[in-house]
């Protein structure tokens, strides 16, 4: 059974920085599209940011481009989402993501999520 474990959200305040992880188990995932989606409180789930199976390529959604960097190990099996220059509008629930098909926007399997919170 595939299972998505994030870890390293918190409360911080603006400006500063988190690095949140995912371990993945349940299958190898080298060949998998892994990414990060959010939900903020009243608000839709919205794409964060995504990485190939191999690393090479990353996509992020415009308002983090320059402040979030994802990254993966695939021995270890884990992704990691690097924060930077924290917003408050960066609040919200932050989901692992990940795809078999190679898919960006749409992911087959997700974690349970982890609280990120930024304060003003």
């Known amino acids: 059974q595939v299972q998505l474990v994030e870890s390293g959200g918190g409360l911080v305040q603006a400006g500063a920085s988190l690095r949140l992880s995912c371990a993945a188990s349940?299958?190898?995932?080298?060949?998998?599209?892994m990414g990060w989606f959010r939900q903020a409180p009243g608000k839709e789930r919205e794409f964060v940011a995504a990485i190939n199976w191999s690393g090479a390529d990353t996509y992020g959604t415009r308002s983090v481009k320059a402040r979030f960097i994802i990254s993966r190990d695939n021995a270890k099996n884990t992704v990691s989402l690097q924060m930077n220059n924290l917003k408050p509008e960066d609040t919200a629930v932050y989901y692992c993501?990940?795809?078999?098909?190679?898919?960006?926007?749409?992911?087959?399997?997700w974690g349970k999520g982890t609280l990120v919170t930024v304060s003003s």
């Open positions: 993501t990940a795809d078999p098909l190679g898919r960006v926007y749409v992911m087959d399997y």
């Open positions: 349940g299958r190898t995932f080298s060949g998998y599209t």
